[in-house]
């Protein structure tokens, strides 16, 4: 091991107990650049061979600050479980970096990553699946502080009951397997294993999609309690858009393994720039904006294979914007004039900051648009 990964060990180590003492809220946490997972296919006959690749992840780039709740939105297959993979290092990127507390992790081996391993944590999108059915809830709980030879004063099992009162569950029940608890109950679990190292970030993948729905709002408040109260960083992935808007602080939107969008709530919900962004937000019912004035945009078609993407924007064969120009180049993801900052946009004919233009501008037909055949 080298003398920079010995040395971060022993860093990390004087410093296991959050309050993110040592972190400068405006440095971020996470630093993701240009990251790609591409996943080879293979096929032929006799001798298979690999033909084609799977761009699950095809060059994102953000930052994860200390502290924040961050939402990564988007359709089924876009790539959010596998960035969250590999941000949490499950899985190798095929190309680019992820920076954490400044130091580049993204070839680090197991030995290299052991260090950090406690700092950046992942709650599945299925508790029953994830936890062992074998051990008892005190044994799956205290697992990782065993696995990382981490002894909390006053030992693991007071650890271990702190943490089931913590994400709301009797103490008592430490003894208790996961099949004599419901599941909302197991989720809870999930959250308690994550948070016995105290960690820094927390990758969540769907923690509440397979809930029944009068659950899954406790299972988020307790995940906002823990975020806020704790000053633990989340990368909350979703696919409904009303959990993302109440969690996350930001929210980024992914199309076909691309971020087309990224900015705080308040400016992504009521401001999209990208269409296909704000396709998604006209689904969401929204208490404050006048329901005459919401349009719905029902996207048509499926999502083009990701084995062969289409050039140029991606979006553009769903797009009732596309011109010749979204076919010939890919759009940068820019800040686009009059946008907050940190306001993102991947778009080469983005839509009207406002409501009343954006209900005068769009052209729900591709037909009719590709027959008026002019630029914005
Ligand atoms: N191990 C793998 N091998 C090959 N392809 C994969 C693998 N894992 C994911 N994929 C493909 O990568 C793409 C992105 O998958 P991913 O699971 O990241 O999507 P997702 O956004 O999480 O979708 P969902 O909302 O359904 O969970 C999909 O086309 C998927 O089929
Ligand atoms: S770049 Fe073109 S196709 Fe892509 S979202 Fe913008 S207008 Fe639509
Ligand atoms: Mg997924």
Request: overall charge negative; aromatic content about 6%; glycine content about 8%.
């Amino acid at each position: 091991m080298s003398d920079a990964v010995s040395d971060e060990k022993t860093a990390v180590a004087a410093d296991t107990i959050p309050g993110q003492r040592d972190m400068d809220p405006a440095e971020p946490l996470m630093r993701v650049r240009d990251l790609k997972k591409h996943f080879p296919v293979k096929g032929g006959f006799p001798i298979k061979r690999t033909i084609g690749a799977v761009q699950a992840v095809d060059g994102v780039s953000f930052d994860v600050f200390p502290g924040e709740a961050l939402g990564l939105v988007g359709e089924s297959g876009c790539g959010k479980s596998t960035t969250g993979r590999l941000l949490t290092r499950l899985m190798e990127p095929t190309q680019g970096t992820i920076s954490y507390r400044g130091k580049d992790i993204s070839r680090s081996t197991r030995r290299q990553l052991s260090p950090i391993r406690s700092e950046i944590q992942m709650i599945f999108q299925d508790p029953y699946a994830s936890l062992n059915p074998r051990q008892t809830v005190g044994t799956i709980i205290s697992s990782p502080m065993e696995i990382n030879g981490i002894n909390p004063p006053g030992g693991r099992e007071a650890r271990v009951r702190e943490l089931l009162e913590t994400v709301g569950l009797n103490p008592e029940h430490y003894n208790r397997f996961p099949h004599e608890f419901s599941g909302g109950q197991r989720q809870r679990i999930g959250v308690a294993r994550a948070l016995a190292l105290k960690p820094k970030l927390i990758v969540a993948d769907e923690p509440v999609s397979a809930l029944d729905v009068s659950i899954q709002a406790q299972v988020v408040n307790l995940l906002q309690e823990v975020q806020r109260e704790m000053g633990i960083a989340f990368v909350f992935i979703a696919h409904d858009l009303a959990v993302v808007r109440h969690f996350s602080q930001r929210v980024a939107v992914m199309y076909l393994g691309k971020i087309v969008e990224i900015a705080d709530r308040t400016s992504l919900y009521t401001g999209p720039r990208h269409p296909y962004t704000h396709a998604l937000m006209s689904a969401v019912p929204d208490a404050d904006i006048d329901a005459e004035k919401k349009e719905r945009i029902r996207l048509e078609g499926d999502v083009p294979s990701p084995i062969s993407p289409p050039s140029g924007c991606r979006f553009r064969t769903r797009c009732w914007k596309a011109q010749d120009k979204c076919a010939q180049e890919e759009p940068p993801l820019i800040q686009l004039s009059g946008n907050t900052e940190g306001h993102l946009t991947a778009c080469h004919f983005p839509e009207d900051p406002t409501i009343e233009a954006r209900a005068e501008d769009i052209v729900l037909d591709p037909a009719l648009a590709a027959l008026e055949g002019e630029d914005d």
